[in-house]
């Protein structure tokens, strides 16, 4: 399992939950930290977005997820909606750190077939996707 960088974290701004943590980063973007085992149906999308909302202030967020090397899932119905015009405009970009081939070719699923209304990108490693990110503010 991935660990969090908690230096890169404002400490009131981290959100706990079963199998991925939501926060806001120093930098402004909001990060998904998803671990080995989550299993991403409708309810827990919706309730991804809501935290969001309470993080991201006046302006759309930029997005960071990064998924641990290992198992994970996302519903059909989740793909749906978190590429769905209600969830672009709160999420003005996001960019995916994914490492496990299974989620790669889930997620390049994803981008034909939901077509996300937003600038959405897949990384290998933290940093270029952060960088990309800064470029979008």
């Not at 230096?7 to 930098?27: G, Q, V």
């Not at 990060?31 to 202030?57: A, S």
């Not at 998924?67 to 995916?96: C, G, H, P, Q």
């Amino acid at each position: 399992m991935n660990k969090t960088n908690f230096e890169t974290i404002a400490p009131s701004d981290m959100f706990h939950f079963d199998k991925h943590d939501i926060f806001k980063r120093k930098d402004g973007i909001i990060q998904l930290q998803v671990y080995d085992g989550f299993y991403g149906d409708l309810e827990v999308g919706i309730n991804i977005v809501k935290t969001f909302e309470k993080l991201k202030g006046k302006e759309k967020c930029l997005v960071l997820i990064v998924v641990a090397e290992a198992d994970a899932t996302l519903t059909k119905e989740n793909r749906e909606y978190i590429a769905s015009e209600a969830v672009s405009e709160l999420v003005k970009a996001d960019a995916f750190v994914i490492r496990s081939l299974s989620l790669k070719l889930l997620m390049n699923g994803y981008m034909r077939i939901n077509k996300p209304n937003r600038p959405t990108r897949f990384f290998n490693t933290e940093e270029p996707a952060v960088e990309w990110l800064k470029q979008l503010k």
